[in-house]
């Protein structure tokens, strides 16, 4: 079973920077897509950013321009630079990956536990 680890999360005023990262530990033979969503109170989770494995990567209109996300295929890690936060990015950050663990099994989609991004005014 793939477990992952999140953590950067935290507090920062408007126009601030925080980065988020994202750890797989467990059996990985090779991860796919690896991405962050995120989910405000009241509001449905939504695609914030994804990578591939070939490291093309995709940001929601929202983000494009100040958020980066990046991948470390050695250290089994994803991350998301994020700056010039603003208000409205204040939510819960999840990240997703997708791999495998065993070519001969489905493969497995794990989510991370959440970690709280709020933004001040």
């Known amino acids: 079973q793939v477990q992952l680890v999140e953590s950067g999360g935290g507090l920062v005023q408007a126009g601030g920077s925080l980065r988020l990262s994202c750890a797989a530990s467990?059996?990985?033979?090779?991860?796919?897509?690896m991405g962050w969503y995120r989910q405000a109170p009241g509001n449905e989770r939504e695609l914030v950013a994804f990578?591939?494995?070939?490291?093309?990567?995709h940001y929601s209109d929202s983000v494009k321009g100040r958020f980066t996300i990046s991948r470390d295929n050695t250290m089994n890690t994803v991350y998301l630079q994020m700056n010039s936060l603003k208000p409205e990015d204040t939510a819960v950050y999840y990240c997703?990956?997708?791999?495998?663990?065993?070519?001969?099994?489905?493969?497995?989609?794990?989510w991370g536990q959440g970690t709280q991004v709020t933004v001040s005014s």
């Open positions: 990578i591939s494995s070939g490291s093309t990567s």
């Open positions: 467990g059996s990985i033979i090779v991860m796919n897509v």
């Open positions: 997703n990956i997708r791999g495998y663990s065993d070519y001969n099994v489905p493969p497995f989609d794990s």
